[in-house]
Nanobody, 114 residues
Framework: QVQLVESGGGLVQPGGSLRLSCAAS????????MGWFRQAPGKQRELVAT???????TYADSVKGRFTVSRDYTLNMLYLQMNSLKPEDTAVYYC????????WGQGTQVTVSS
């Protein structure tokens, strides 16, 4: 079993920054993909960014150049640095781990509003 716990969400003004963290514990395999997804009210959950064990990152077009995903393999931590935030980035952000099975965190709310 794997547990994922997100933190770092909150209220920020447009143009501001936030850093999300995800602590992973349990049966973390050597080869896995971790990532961030988000779900806004009334919308489907969507991919934000992923990063492989080798450090290869992919991003949704809507966040390229503004968000950076990173991973600390020794601490089993995943991060999402979010800069130049926009109101449309408002959503619940979920941490995701894909190995033999797929695991999700409980989510953390990010609200971008003036």
């Amino acid at each position: 079993q794997v547990q994922l716990v997100e933190s770092g969400g909150g209220l920020v003004q447009p143009g501001g920054s936030l850093r999300l963290s995800c602590a992973a514990s349990g049966d973390i395999r050597t080869i896995s993909v971790m990532g961030w997804f988000r779900q806004a009210p009334g919308k489907q959950r969507e991919l934000v960014a992923t990063i492989t064990t080798r450090g290869t990152a992919t991003y949704a077009d809507s966040v390229k150049g503004r968000f950076t995903v990173s991973r600390d393999y020794t601490l089993n931590m995943l991060y999402l640095q979010m800069n130049s935030l926009k109101p449309e980035d408002t959503a619940v952000y979920y941490c995701n781990l894909q190995q033999v099975h797929t695991y999700w965190g409980q989510g953390t709310q990010v609200t971008v509003s003036s």
